[in-house]
């Protein structure tokens, strides 16, 4: 409902659906996504006729999807009805899962896409399945596959649990097994390029695991920060660790909700995939299953129980609310400026598209067909103070249209150019409180 303008990432994946229906090639702007993920967005986008929100609809109801998926799941692994109250609270109110259900990324869709096959295990352990049956839950696996990268996390959990706890069911599986490891030996030569992205790589370099204990501990809460807003639960996590192998090893629901952590540790530990924040949302229901299960184990007062789920609860919960209603995801608005300049300026003013910036506007400039001549900043001075002693050499006689909306550090440049600018002929200001900046000034 609050349908903010796209941040940079979004819209540095949107411009990839604006001229393109190839998206087995290299995306541009260092972006990476499913394939399947992004034919579905680009068919929405073309249907809505552009609309912002029609890049958001398959993240909004795969985020919704999930809570009944998630909620069929704890109900395989939890006991206590208590147990699964706290992990449905901490769920629904986990601040990364409810704002990916509102941005253009891949995130929410990893989720529902990692729990589903999760929960396929379920329906093809029972003893009897019919031919249709098989056929349904390929075709269903295989369209998941192409949908969500964390899919094969899930889906190697899936076959390890049924090799380990359930052969005679392979035996049964031979046909689907086979079209399923084809299609996935597909998407892995498809995908070739994003193996080869050093920018990836590089960007992602502090999620491999592979750089000493400290490390993988620093690593772990922040996860778990990330996730639940709290560092606390992570002894929560080994408890239940500890006490599921010990007292529920035999079971293989155990297996399989403990097996995708295990084996995303070991390609982050061979540098293969990150562990680390939003690249591994779609294990946060593990972390919330786990620290939940703590409260199975243990046999305390109700009053006791609900205090030590509180200390988990209230901060998940607060920091979501105030991020949602308060801080609305700290939006990076371009549309207002470049909407002032349309109404306010003369043709022969000039337009700055400040640097870092030039994503957003090939994203939005359409929408707006300014008359102006617009320079936009690409290859200037990262430095702040050096970047302002270069606007001084911009030409004279000219009056200028300064526009920011995204920067890594956003209110510390806008205060360098104001106290810049407002020494300047014709200098006038608008920002609002997240910094997307709009200065006027002449030379």
Not at 303 to 313: D, K, N, Q
């Amino acid at each position: 409902l609050l349908n903010r303008p796209l941040w940079y990432d979004e819209a540095a994946l949107a411009l990839n659906l604006k001229d393109s229906w190839n998206f087995f090639k290299p995306l541009n702007y260092n972006q990476a996504a499913p394939q399947l993920f992004l034919y579905c967005s680009k068919i929405n986008y073309i249907l809505f006729q552009t609309k912002t929100f029609s890049l958001r609809i398959i993240p909004f109801i795969a985020s919704i999807l999930s809570f009944f998926v998630f909620n069929f799941l704890i109900n395989k692994f939890l006991i206590k009805q208590s147990s699964k109250y706290i992990a449905l609270l901490l769920f629904c109110f986990s601040y990364p899962l409810c704002k990916y259900a509102q941005e253009f990324k891949q995130y929410s869709s990893d989720v529902l896409c990692f729990l589903l096959i999760l929960a396929l295990y379920f329906l093809i352990s029972k003893d009897n399945i019919s031919k249709k049956q098989k056929i349904l839950l390929t075709s269903l696996t295989i369209f998941l596959m192409w949908f969500s990268f964390a899919s094969f996390f899930a889906l190697a959990a899936v076959f390890l649990t049924l090799v380990i706890f359930n052969r005679e069911k392979i035996k049964n599986l031979y046909l689907p097994i086979i079209f399923i490891f084809l299609n996935g030996m597909i998407i892995f030569i498809s995908d070739f390029s994003l193996q080869e992205n050093v920018f990836l790589h590089e960007y992602w370099d502090f999620g491999f695991i592979n750089k000493g204990i400290k490390h993988f501990l620093e690593l772990n809460f922040k996860n778990i920060y990330y996730i639940i807003n709290t560092k606390f639960p992570l002894i929560f996590i080994f408890i239940s660790l500890f006490y599921t192998f010990k007292k529920e090893y035999k079971k293989p629901e155990t297996l399989l909700f403990i097996l995708p952590l295990l084996i995303l540790l070991i390609f982050s530990y061979f540098n293969i995939y990150p562990y680390a924040l939003r690249a591994v949302l779609f294990i946060a229901p593990i972390f919330i299953i786990l620290i939940s299960k703590f409260f199975d184990f243990i046999n305390l007062n109700k009053i006791l129980v609900l205090i030590l789920a509180m200390i988990i609860i209230i901060p998940n919960c607060k920091n979501t609310i105030r991020n949602i209603y308060f801080d609305n995801y700290e939006s990076e608005d371009i549309i207002t400026p470049l909407k002032t300049i349309k109404q306010y300026s003369n043709e022969k003013d000039v337009v700055i598209i400040a640097q870092g910036n030039n994503i957003l506007y090939e994203y939005y400039k359409d929408k707006f067909n300014l008359k102006n001549q617009v320079i936009v900043e690409k290859n200037v001075p990262n430095d702040v103070i050096k970047y302002i002693k270069h606007l001084d050499n911009l030409p004279k006689n000219k009056t200028y249209y300064w526009v920011l909306a995204h920067h890594k550090n956003k209110f510390f440049l806008l205060q360098k150019m104001q106290m810049w600018a407002k020494n300047k002929k014709d200098f006038l200001i608008y920002f609002d409180k997240r910094a997307n900046t709009l200065i006027r000034f002449s030379l």
